[in-house]
């Protein structure tokens, strides 16, 4: 009897709750626009909402991975920082999604600072950069390759910035990465959910990333070059940046994330975590965690607009 | 408020009683095994215990091997019961397997006597690198007539290897190191953690082994943020933790916490009274050396147990992370390298290739 009355109760409120929720806020709308780079080659970036007055931030998928990454059918970092108010963009690198050519780190970079170039409007971008992408903006910002629109700051997540403790998969990429990161096992023997998905769950738009995501074979020698030359520091931070690391990210192992911390490097603040269970997340974070992982959105978003945020206010 | 923390009390030490409920015997030693338990006396008197597995038959020249547990634990650590046990499962591979127990904990004197010795205190890693260590390798060979011991040391274990190698310590054939840091600033909330646990830096000792069987029955029903910092749970049933929890975890030295306080304040590891560096002198260790760091070990994570590996003189050293990164099946915590159910499948079988690489040559 009390069993009854306490699931009738239950259901009831449950019933309740539905009726007076709010409704869901709508993920703000996206924008194509095609972006020529400086060779010609046809770059796609994207515009989620229409937040004039906010900080521009440009979203940098990783080598080989689609604006998806970002997106997630809406509820991707992209959206997420976009109902924050920030002006929000994402440019696809060449060879990935509507992005012609084949990625290079070098024209990458050339590449970033045509859109920061695109997107600034008089104001000073944020670049929120995921794997080989932070260490190849922050590596050009030391050599003044980013041109006059100097960054306000960067979120680095899952970049390295120094050697692995131990093996990481990233050196056994060379020559056998372009059978792609889809979930199906490759030929290639590597286990892609190993290497960057082990230990999260992921919405259901993440799996079709996984299968689009294709490492070029330069995107495998500069995974594979990772803290053996690649990336060179700069002498002195020019900007703030946010570094994080997937505890179990097995391509960029955390170590390597940190590398930038335990440098000391002279000039503006740089501030590390290690995403895990230990430090209050749902979850250990894998390499594509840090970007696509369902409890992203819970987790990282709100620490990653805390500090862009604390970039605007400067 | 008096009568309510009496209450309290007699509810924890009521709960206590119902700890052998949860609380595994070693039980029989397995077949073709057999088990003793013998005792080595150091210079200052403390009475240390040696739990030994003895396989039925020996293999000619094969060192024996010491296993040397860490902070806040005893040798069950490496013989939670018969289906968990490293200690078990080299024996049967033919081992002739020695596990200690430090001073303070297991079935080694528990507190300081102060009757045979008015300077006695809670023990320091100095205790252990200078009396602890040299008089169970002693006890050890004295037994085997074996003229060097292979030395297993997690955590704590195997900083007190490094300490005593790094001195010149003499008697260890092959070294195996695991989940020893020798640096300290995780990035994580371990920092936040351990600050919280400053007070605890003015007690002579902590109770922990009565503390955590009075709480085993509420363990049991309640998960604590305790497990996911020290293991990774996807390793072990929740029972097996439990029976861990009631024969592993012992009394916690206050100069430990002091020491270890140190070694976090300035990030480097050295004696308590700071004289020694311990982590500038690994140089000079020159055995053969395994050392291992659990992927998602957020005890000693592989960017603070690395810098060990590097720093180790011997021309013989290998490094492995216990993770699939590593090639093994699983990624391992700190504690379910050896309390665990996946271990044996794919660690441990590391171990044990690299002590039969480097037996001596008969």
């Given amino acids: 009897m009390t069993r009854a009355v306490a699931l009738g109760l239950g259901s009831g409120l449950a019933l309740a709750s539905l009726l007076f929720a709010p409704p869901a806020a709508a993920a703000p709308r996206s924008y194509h626009r095609k972006l020529a780079a400086a060779d010609g080659t046809a770059l796609a970036l994207y515009r989620h909402g229409e937040n004039e007055g906010g900080l521009p931030v440009l979203l940098l998928p990783e080598a080989g991975f689609p604006r998806e990454a970002y997106d997630l059918d809406g509820d991707g970092l992209a959206s997420g920082l976009a109902k924050r108010g920030f002006d929000v963009y994402v ?169 930038l911390a335990e440098a000391e490097l002279p000039g503006e603040k740089v501030t590390v975590f290690v995403a895990g269970r230990v430090s209050g997340f749902s979850e250990e974070y894998s390499h594509l965690g840090l970007v696509a992982a369902s409890a992203a959105r819970g987790d990282l978003h709100g620490r990653i607009a805390d500090f862009l945020t604390s970039l605007e206010a400067r | 408020m008096k009568r309510l923390a009496l209450a309290g009390l007699a509810a924890l030490a009521a709960a206590g009683c119902f700890h052998r409920l949860y609380a595994p015997d070693r039980g029989p030693a397995g077949a073709s095994l057999a088990m003793e338990e013998r005792y080595a006396l150091a210079p200052d008197g403390w009475k240390l215990s040696l739990v030994r597995y003895r396989p039925e038959r020996l293999v000619p020249g094969r060192r024996p091997i010491l296993l040397v547990h860490g902070i806040i634990t005893n040798s069950r650590f490496f013989d939670v019961d018969p289906d968990h046990s490293f200690q078990r499962w080299m024996a049967r591979r033919g081992f002739d397997t020695w596990a200690l127990s430090l001073r303070a904990t297991g079935g080694s004197d528990h507190f300081p006597d102060h009757e045979k010795d008015p300077g006695a205190a809670w023990p320091s890693v100095e205790d252990f690198v200078e009396k602890d260590l040299p008089a169970a390798l002693a006890a050890v060979r004295a037994a085997t007539g074996a003229t ?65 069987r009075a709480t085993l029955p509420l363990m049991a029903r309640l998960p604590t943020p305790l497990e996911p910092t020290l293991l990774n749970e996807d390793n072990l049933d929740a029972a097996v933790w439990r029976a861990y929890v009631s024969v592993g975890v012992d009394d916690l030295s206050g100069n430990l916490v002091r020491q270890a306080g140190r070694w976090i304040k300035e990030n480097r590891l050295v004696s308590a009274d700071g004289k020694v560096d311990y982590g500038g002198r690994l140089g000079a260790v020159r055995v053969p050396a395994l050392v291992v760091a659990g992927k998602v070990d957020n005890v000693a994570p592989p960017w603070l147990v690395r810098p060990g590996f590097d720093a180790l003189g011997s021309p013989d050293k290998t490094w492995l992370i216990a993770g699939e990164v590593g090639g093994l099946a699983a990624d391992y915590g700190h504690l379910d390298m050896f309390v665990s159910d996946s271990a044996p499948r794919d660690l441990w079988p590391r171990l044990e290739a690299f002590l039969l690489a480097h037996e001596p040559q008969s």
């Fill in chain 1, 91 to 259: 440019l696809e690198g060449r060879g990935a999604g509507r992005s012609a050519g084949t990625f290079d780190p070098a024209t990458a970079v050339d590449d970033a600072r045509v859109a920061l170039a695109a997107i600034a409007k008089g104001r000073r971008p944020a670049v929120v950069a995921h794997g080989l992408l932070g260490s190849l903006v922050l590596e050009a910002a030391g050599e003044g390759k980013l041109g006059a629109a100097a960054l306000s700051g960067l979120v680095a997540l899952g970049s390295p910035f120094g050697p692995a403790a131990g093996p990481t998969f990233a050196e056994k990429l060379p020559g056998r990465c372009d059978r792609g990161l889809g979930f199906s096992r490759p030929a290639s023997g590597l286990d892609p959910l190993a290497m960057i998905a082990r230990g999260n769950a992921f919405p259901a738009a993440a799996a079709a990333l996984l299968a689009r995501a294709r490492f070029s074979p330069a995107a495998c020698a500069l995974a594979a070059r990772a803290g053996h030359g690649f990336p060179r520091l700069p002498g002195r931070l020019p900007f703030p940046v946010l570094a994080i690391a997937g505890m179990r990210d097995n391509l960029f192992a955390p170590e390597q994330t940190l590398a």
């Fill in chain 2, 148 to 212: 060097a011991v292979d030395y297993l040391g997690h955590s704590l274990g195997g900083i007190i290897a490094y300490a005593y190698l790094g001195g010149g310590g003499e008697g260890v054939g092959s070294l195996v190191v695991m989940g020893s840091p020798v640096r300290f600033r995780w990035h994580t909330r371990v920092e936040e953690i351990l600050r919280t646990g400053e007070p605890l830096m003015s007690l002579e000792s902590l109770p922990l082994r009565g503390l955590s």
